[in-house]
């Protein structure tokens, strides 16, 4: 019974919602800089109703993708002809109602959004066919900030601006890679087989651990020279160093606890370093480093 909620939970686990909203706020903040952070309601409502699309293609992606796969929990479910059709529908209208969105938010964004889609799709080959598919779950919610900033600015980018959105986007494809082996490590035993692969299955917990705290530090990295090319000042200094020391602290604590524990207990760290990050990047843009409007 603990083995079948293990797999369960492998298979129901939808990584990146967690990080795509913040960190699409606040490159939406960052682009729409000349008019203080607000893009106007209707760019807003638009990449928040992709984000919505684009999770749920995933998910209904993630659902069919269930039935290939033998001897877990919810193969016989998904061996339902009726599950597969209301799977394949879901695909089917949250990836035309993504396309829709793409196209009202601009050129650009409409001609990147059947690739953002095959990323997606390219998510679930990778998990069944090499063990760094933690990378292409990265890369998938690294397109979202992206989408964000283009879905504002379009295509009249600076190259200052591209710097920026690029240095944002590789930094949330470390940071979900990162999270995604943290949250992998539960299910090393099940990721062993030929159908789910994941670094702790082959590499070991801890040293899948290290992995994701290198990953991290890099990630920070990223985050810190982020902020330095956009001129932020003291608010977003004092973000990164809370959640600097959150890292420190949350892998040093799991070095000596449970593993399983460490999963949940970087499950609740996200949601607090997520909220710090977007939090003092709005501060940075509303207000000039010195908390003065703009």
Not at 164 to 193: C, K, N, P
Not at 219 to 225: D, E
Not at 268 to 292: D, H, I
Request: net charge positive; proline share 3%; hydrophobic share 55%.
């Amino acid at each position: 019974m603990t083995e079948q909620c293990d797999k369960r939970r492998f298979l129901s686990r939808l990584p990146g919602a967690e990080f795509t909203l913040p960190f699409s706020v606040a490159a939406t903040v960052v682009a729409a800089r000349a008019t203080y952070g607000w893009p106007g309601w209707r760019t807003l409502l638009l990449i928040l109703a992709g984000l919505a699309c684009a999770h749920l293609f995933a998910l209904g992606c993630l659902r069919l993708a269930e039935r290939v796969v033998p001897g877990t929990a919810g193969a016989g479910f998904a061996s339902n002809y009726g599950f597969n059709l209301c799977a394949l529908g879901l695909c089917l209208l949250s990836g035309a109602g993504f396309i829709a969105v793409a196209r009202w938010l601009g050129g650009l964004c409409f001609y990147l959004a059947p690739g953002a889609l095959g990323v997606t799709c390219l998510c679930l080959v990778a998990t069944r066919n090499t063990y760094f598919a933690h990378i292409w779950r990265g890369v998938a919610v690294g397109l979202a900030p992206i989408g964000a900033w283009l879905g504002v600015k379009g295509a009249s980018l600076t190259v200052l601006e591209f710097v920026q959105m690029g240095t944002l986007a590789l930094a949330v494809v470390l940071w979900t890679a990162g999270f995604d082996i943290v949250y992998s490590l539960g299910d090393s035993e099940f990721a062993r087989g030929p159908v789910r692969r994941s670094l702790p299955a082959v590499w070991g917990p801890a040293n899948a651990l290290g992995a994701a705290f290198i990953l991290h530090m890099l990630s920070l990295a990223l985050l810190i020279a982020f902020g330095l090319f956009c001129r932020f000042r003291i608010a977003y200094l004092t973000g990164w160093l809370i959640v600097t020391g959150c890292f420190v602290i949350e892998y040093w604590i799991a070095r000596r606890r449970r593993l399983g524990w460490a999963a949940r207990a970087f499950c609740r760290l996200n949601a607090v370093t997520s909220a710090v990050l977007v939090t003092v990047t709005v501060a940075e843009v509303v207000f000039a480093g010195g908390f003065k409007l703009q």
